[in-house]
């Protein structure tokens, strides 16, 4: 082991699932880090947080809902309602909406990635990802372990 400096490169979230995922389907998984692979392997040590989890295609999924355990047991300050969303109440005794995580939307949050994917991260330098997320679990414990 030398000593010295060493470089690290950390980046922030990491989805390639939605349409990223459209674009690694017909150009491959490289294709998203092309752009910026000669700075990740000019580090040492190149982190992430990876904002999905990979699945094996091979075995069935289901979409957890991620904002089920709202409606069904009461949040000291959050509240889920179908017709305006989810609702942060700031101690003020209403609710505001918070309409970025309404009901309708929850169908777009598909944060996944056959396995493969991953090594695109692997070849463009990534040694170290972070799956500590809100959306480690949104396909369940089995995609959670493929992932891990």
């Known amino acids: 082991m030398s000593s010295g400096p060493i470089s690290l490169v950390a980046v922030g979230d990491i ?9 690694v389907r017909q ?9 910026c692979s000669r700075i990740l392997h000019k580090a040492d040590l190149v982190f992430g947080n990876l904002e999905m989890v990979f699945y094996n295609p091979k075995t069935p999924l289901i979409k957890e809902r991620c904002f089920q355990s709202l409606m069904e047991a009461p949040h000291p300050f959050l509240s889920l309602d179908k017709g305006s969303g989810l609702s942060l109440d700031r101690g003020s005794g209403k609710p505001g909406p918070f309409q970025d995580y309404a009901m309708s939307h929850l169908p777009l949050l598909d944060f996944k990635a ?11 330098g990534f040694r170290l990802l972070s799956a500590a997320n809100n959306h480690i679990m949104d396909f369940g414990f089995a995609a959670c372990q493929d992932t891990l």
């Open 15 to 23: 989805c390639l699932g939605m349409g990223v995922g459209d674009s």
């Open 27 to 35: 150009f491959g998984p490289d294709f998203p880090f092309a752009p």
């Open 114 to 124: 056959p396995l493969a994917y991953g090594q695109g991260l692997a070849r463009a």
